[in-house]
């Protein structure tokens, strides 16, 4: 799996302002971090749950269940890719 390569800085397309903002994080005047959980005002906590949610969600769920929702799903994304309505 791929490691995901999303930074706190959004990077532009242009390749002179591509140029700058790599001197800018070179010379130390932009961070091309990612901000912590405090940075962007969320309780580092709840952050952390979020991350396990879908597993925890399913672990606490029956076979059937699953089942229901993963097949509703898959119509919905059909539903969406044929033009078709739900």
């Known amino acids: 799996m791929?490691?995901?390569?999303h930074t706190g800085v959004k990077h532009p397309r242009?390749?002179?302002?591509?140029a700058k903002l790599i001197v800018d994080i070179a010379t130390g005047?932009?961070?091309?971090?990612?901000r912590t959980p405090e940075g962007r005002g969320v309780d580092p906590a709840a952050s952390?749950?979020?991350?396990?949610?879908?597993?925890?969600?399913?672990a606490n769920m029956s076979a059937e269940e699953r089942s229901r929702i993963a097949k509703n799903a898959a119509?919905?994304?059909?539903?969406a890719t044929s033009g078709g309505g739900t």
């Open 2 to 5: 791929m490691p995901k390569r």
């Open 14 to 18: 242009d390749p002179a302002q591509l």
């Open 29 to 34: 005047e932009v961070d091309d971090r990612e």
């Open 48 to 58: 952390a749950m979020g991350r396990k949610g879908g597993k925890a969600r399913a």
């Open 75 to 79: 119509r919905l994304r059909w539903a």
